[in-house]
């Protein structure tokens, strides 16, 4: 059974950084993606970054160049690094991931087999 495990995320004003961490478990190889989305409330959730096991990553235009993210095949792990935080970036973080995809399908997030974390709160203050 694929589980994820996040943690990272709080409260940071505007400009400021701060790193999202996500353990995978449950794979029995490293051929799986992960991506970051994010909720705001009163909005639809976005994808925010996915990367594959290669590593290959892409990132929604808002975040491009701001947000970096990466992994660790064997801890793993997939991180998201936040810089230049701004109140827009202010959602509910989830992590996800499925097995056997390109990182567009996952982006997309409409996959049925996707697995969820259960979120992190970020906060940024003007």
């Known amino acids: 059974q694929v589980q994820l495990q996040e943690s990272g995320g709080g409260s940071v004003q505007s400009g400021g950084s701060l790193r999202l961490s996500c353990i995978v478990s449950g794979y029995t190889d490293i051929n799986y993606s992960i991506a970051w989305f994010r909720q705001a409330p009163g909005k639809q959730r976005e994808g925010v970054a996915a990367i594959d096991a290669n590593p290959r990553a892409i990132y929604a235009a808002s975040v491009e160049g701001r947000f970096t993210i990466s992994r660790d095949n064997d801890k793993n792990t997939a991180w998201l690094q936040m810089n230049s935080l701004e109140p827009e970036d202010t959602a509910m973080y989830f992590c996800?991931?499925?097995?056997?995809?390109?990182?567009?399908?996952?982006?997309?997030?409409?996959?049925?087999?996707?697995?969820w974390g259960r979120g992190l709160q970020v906060a940024v203050s003007s």
């Open positions: 996800a991931t499925a097995d056997r995809v390109h990182v567009e399908t996952l982006f997309a997030g409409r996959l049925r087999t996707i697995k």
